[in-house]
């Protein structure tokens, strides 16, 4: 029958179209561990802008008005540079990568456990940091460090650094906690109402705990784990399962969870809290535990096959600038980058001194993201370390 | 008259062509929707069996196209995707049976029992659910579910409390979610059903108990199995449900979106299984002859 003839088209057309959607991508491989990224030049003049431009960032960084009204600061830059904001919120670093991936964006809000991978897969181009004047005024200390630079080249202008809080509803839970062991105990009087955050990562803040109180397993950077100490995170975080009510990776959950008497404990970002309590349906503190805590450092990168560049170097300028990089930082509950930043808070003149902005001793018990590799990023030069890979399977493993 | 100049008109001529030749009057019927089938539909389920046999960049992420069946082999041999793959079955089996006894009476009873005005007005509040979003209603259960909501509310006097956020709750919610899908085939199966058949099974002394499993039962089982086709396929792909009032639960459809940011191959090899269970439901189903009068 004649119609066996367009079947075998079809099945030709498939094909051709197979082949020609593998073969489209094929020049993004790169090297993995000890990395040379690929050769991308950094923009070398700035033109006018382009009229929009695409955003990922975490929730807090792009408020246009959203969460609340007065806080806006997305509005001004797009009246002084024509350039209209769209953003896309995304809720964890994975979220980050994959976004930034597609190539539909930007410039991207990246901690330090997506900036390397973003480097490493060629997404994002170095900066060229003469056409961000207010770069002058960053803190020295967050210049040119591992996780935003490659051989001295920058690849990002710092934004920000903070960390990982515990937070608790304090009619609930008493005695106040202090340390992380009350997430992490297997017989809390608050089983099923505790939370955790639900991205590999979380891993570290494990690893961390057990850090400080088992010295017998060696852990010297949670970051930096053998196996047999992935091993004993993973044990650790098998037992926090049981006590956990729902994990949360979007904002708005642990948001809501908190609201609503779900979650009484766990781990946060200070903008939750600062959202729970702005709702006012519960009372919540945030801590730092005594044994430190994970945190992060983000920086603004810039897509490598970014559409709007122009506009996006307008927007890393301005994110940072002393006045709006001081309403982020006080919106956030952050550290700011800049350091004219702390001149510009108006709420609270100990903001800069409450979040430890220029105390170096303070942050030495913050272990900011980073991406695990087999290289031990504890300075030991060992290369016998689970890469973040292997973190993800053991996360599957944890969750499933 | 005009007939023999309007049959050298192009038109005339090519319909007397298609007259002539009934395999290209079929290759022209038949090449839109093939062309579709095979393309959207078929060619996308390709290349997610083809990404499956890729690897990726560790430390990147980025796809390499390296061909390798590791994919497959962890899928099979790591005890997480088994279990993770029971659970979903177990949950999307629960499912399918709840929604069929509760779909079952809801069923007989719209069709057979309620006059006909208060029938229409059954059907309309059966079919009012769809209208609302399903993110609505997972959320809507999401607040009856929590600390202190509707569900522990009710059960305070009597000492309970709400079941909290579990696979208890994913069944709940997926059951309330599907059940339209059921009850829509059934009665329009019962509808069908001829009262002499009824009449018939009372003359020779059934009671309705006998009635219903020898007669009524037998006649609806194509509809039943309908509707458990949605039900468990429906089920068995779903992911927000259970991102929202799951608790620490996780079901197939959430072990493929964690995986499709990191490793889209790892994705596309766990995206297999699910395919795998509907193609032998689907088998099992056409074994029973339920699709034949489809």
Known sequence: MSIRHPLRALTAATALLLAAACSSNAGGSSASGGFAPPKISAQKSLGAGEGTVNIVAWAGYVEYGQDSKTVDWVTPFTQQTGCKVNLKVAGTSDEMVALMKTGQYDTVSASGDATLRLIAGGDVAPVNTALVPNYADIYPGLKNQPWNSVNGVPYGIPHGRGANLLMYNTDKVTPAPTSWGSVFAADSPYAGHVTAYDSPIYIADAALYLMRTEPDLGIKNPYALTKPQLDAAVALLKVQKKQIGSYWSDYTKEQAAFDSGDDLIGTTWEVIQQAVAGDGKVKTQAILPTEGSTGWSDTWMISAHAQHPDCAYQWMNYIVSPAVNAQVAEYFGEAPANSKACGQITDNPNFCTDYHATDESWWKNVYYWTTPTAQCADGSGRGDCTTYAQWVTAWNEIKS | ?294
């Open chain 2, 1 to 294: 008259m005009s007939a023999p100049a309007a049959a050298r008109t192009p038109v005339r001529r090519l319909a007397g062509v298609l007259h002539r030749h009934p395999g290209l009057r079929l290759a022209a019927l038949l090449s839109a929707p093939m062309t579709w089938l095979a393309l959207a539909y078929l060619g996308s389920l390709a290349v997610l069996l083809l990404s499956a046999f890729w690897t990726t960049n560790e430390f990147t992420s980025s796809i390499e196209y390296r061909w390798t069946t590791a994919n497959f082999l962890a899928v099979l041999t790591d005890p997480q995707y088994r279990t993770v793959a029971l659970r979903t079955l177990g949950i999307a089996v629960s499912v399918t049976l709840i929604d069929a006894v509760i779909a079952l009476p809801m069923a007989f009873h719209i069709a057979r029992v309620a006059g006909p005005s208060s029938r229409r007005l059954l059907l309309v509040a059966v079919l009012t659910p769809l209208w609302a979003g399903y993110l609505v209603k997972a959320y809507a259960w999401w607040v009856m579910l929590s600390h202190g909501g509707i569900l522990d509310w009710i059960t305070a006097p009597f000492g309970g409390h709400s079941p909290g956020f579990g696979v208890p709750a994913v069944v709940m919610v997926l059951a309330y979610l599907w059940l339209p899908y059921m009850v829509l085939p059934l009665c329009t199966a019962f509808g069908q059903l001829p009262d002499s058949l009824l009449d018939a099974s009372a003359d020779l002394g059934a009671g309705p108990w006998r009635t219903f499993r020898s007669v009524v039962l037998p006649l609806a089982r194509p509809a039943l199995i309908a509707g458990s086709v949605f039900t468990f396929s429906l089920s068995l792909g779903d992911y927000l449900t259970v991102q929202i009032v799951g608790g620490t639960t996780s079901m197939l459809g959430n072990v493929i979106a964690s995986n499709v940011t990191l490793n889209l191959p790892l994705a596309a090899a766990v995206s297999c299984v699910p395919v795998l269970l509907i193609v032998g439901y689907l088998l099992a189903v056409r074994r029973t002859g339920a699709l034949d009068n489809l």
